[in-house]
């Protein structure tokens, strides 16, 4: 069977750990070169050894998704290694401090990360694609966006949000350029962050998921792969729940 990524090289960040790795691994299966970014350098090491391990390519740069200036530095790497034509904008942190007592250094911290870097770092491929001709941009956004969380602080919920805006006006702006910007929403997905939840907390959530379980890092890499193959290429400024059912819109 044909991979359905082949020839095309995809950027990813949040790609040490979670639904990051899902997505760096299953594009890697499916023929894609891939760029990864993390803060956590062993695993982004390991990471790209199981890809290669896998006779995929694989290149990656450490570094923190809440720095601006990083946005450019990780673009001129990616381009050292192949020009992207896909990005996978995964990083993004969470904070449980409530209205009153969330600082604007906390409230930075998060719109920075989830925000404000993936439209730094959309700028540098969006040039790219445009020389180009084409490319497609998956944002990893959250059921939050559409849907109050109150697990976690309001600005986790903005930020992610505001990805879902980004998306559309990104698809509305570029979209008669070859250019394409989708993001996902996943609902309650097991990952560490999860395993950390008391079983009470677990079982509550399962009891409001129709499917009646936790959704997996491979559930949202599966629907990543088909937002950046061609599989979509009829589907632009879209936010799609992948939550089990637990909310619908």
């Known amino acids: 069977m044909k991979q359905i990524l082949t020839g095309k090289t995809a950027l990813i960040t949040g790609a040490s ?40 390519k694989c290149a990656y740069l450490a570094g923190d998704c809440g720095i601006p200036a990083f946005a450019q530095e990780l673009y001129r790497f990616a381009c050292t290694f192949e020009v992207p034509d896909i990005l996978v904008c995964s990083a993004g942190i969470a904070l449980r401090a409530p209205t009153l007592e969330m600082t604007l250094e906390q409230w930075n911290q998060v719109m920075d990360v989830n925000l404000t870097f993936p439209m730094l770092l959309s700028q540098h491929c969006i040039r790219g694609f445009l020389e180009k001709g084409s490319g497609k941009i ?81 559930d949202i890499a599966n629907c990543a792969l088909f937002l ?16 089990g059912g637990r909310y619908m819109d």
């Not at 790795?21 to 594009?27: G, H, L, M, S, T």
């Not at 070169?33 to 290669?52: C, F, H, K, M, Y």
């Not at 980004?166 to 990952?191: M, Q």
């Not at 193959?229 to 729940?241: A, C, K, Q, R, W």
């Open 138 to 218: 998956v944002m990893i956004s959250s059921t939050a966006a559409k849907n109050v969380n109150m697990g976690a602080s309001p600005s986790y919920g903005a930020s992610k949000a505001g990805m879902v805006y980004l998306t559309r006006h990104f698809a509305s702006e570029f979209g008669g350029r070859g250019i394409y910007c989708n993001a996902i929403c996943p609902g309650p997905v097991d990952t560490e962050i999860t395993q950390t939840w008391t079983p009470e907390h677990r079982q509550k959530v399962l009891s409001s998921l129709p499917l009646g379980r936790m959704g997996t890092p491979d």
């Open 228 to 243: 950046a193959s061609g599989m979509s290429d009829y589907i632009n400024g879209e936010s799609i729940l992948v939550n």
């Open 17 to 56: 750990s979670g639904i990051g790795k899902a997505i760096a691994c299953r594009f890697a299966q499916e023929g894609a070169a891939v760029i990864l970014t993390g803060r956590r350098q062993d695993r982004l090491e390991a990471v790209s050894q199981q890809i290669r391990d896998m006779g995929g």
